[in-house]
């Protein structure tokens, strides 16, 4: 059985809310030229042909696009990276409000299965201005119940069967940078701290039925209830559409990144409008 390609759609721009069109016009020609991430000058031509592609991971704040018009999507295997955090708007400038997110959700559960989706949580930032209800005294409080809101809403969705992946922020020089630029004060919280509060993140989404997966951090799959995930697992997508996948260690992701190989076809010219203040893949 033939080896076929993982395309990620994509980590590095939000590619399903401002890219439509373009994703739409390359599935339609069958390829896109890709620039390469550090030397823009240099490009990759990447096969999207159906007979040449396993599955398709689509990753998106708001797949509204999806769900109104799917387009050339519907010739190949999908699964959804869906971001649904519940911030403020001073943190997700630009981001659909919680209930829209949610609304879009079930649309898309018309057609596509509950295992076809990894919600993702991600990533946690403790903060009071960074929450729509802040909890001043115990500025972490907000995080879980805005936690706990997602996982009673999913279950009642019947998603069950879904992966729910969360992290804790990773403060990189430019993310500090644009956070200070908007006074935004973050509570750091050290390892141990950290330990604590995944645990109770652990104990919620199991109340509520669901495994929790932690997202490039050592330190939370040591968490008990939280388990070491692959955000593009080749094993899972194999178990929900057959086929072949690569199940080497994608070289090009941060070395606590456990997820198999894939083509990443986005491109950081390709900004994305969400604002996110916490964002890794946008500097300005």
Known sequence: ???????????????????YSWLQQVLAEGQAVVANPRFSEKCTMVNLRPENVHSIVLWSKDFANVANAVGQLAGYNLYFQ?????????????????????DTLERLLVTYRPEQFNIRFDPVMISTWGELTPTTKKPGQARLLAFTALCRDLASLGM?????????????????KRLGA??????????????????IMAEIAASYGFKLYACASSILAEVP?????RCIDGYLLESLFGGKVSKAKDTGQRSSCQCHKSTDIGDYHKLCGGGCLYCYATWS
Do not use: C
């Open 225 to 229: 209830g939280i388990i070491g995930g």
């Open 82 to 102: 869906y971001t649904i955090n519940n911030y403020a708007k001073r943190l997700e400038p630009n981001v659909p409000e919680y209930y829209q997110s949610l």
């Open 160 to 176: 069950q069967n879904a992966r729910i992946t969360t992290s804790y922020v990773e403060m990189y020089r430019h993310v500090k």
């Open 1 to 19: 059985m033939a080896v076929k390609t993982i395309i990620s759609a994509s980590r590095r721009t939000d590619l399903p809310k401002y890219h």
């Open 182 to 199: 908007a006074q935004l004060k973050v509570i750091d919280l050290n390892q141990n701290l950290q330990i604590r509060f995944f645990v």
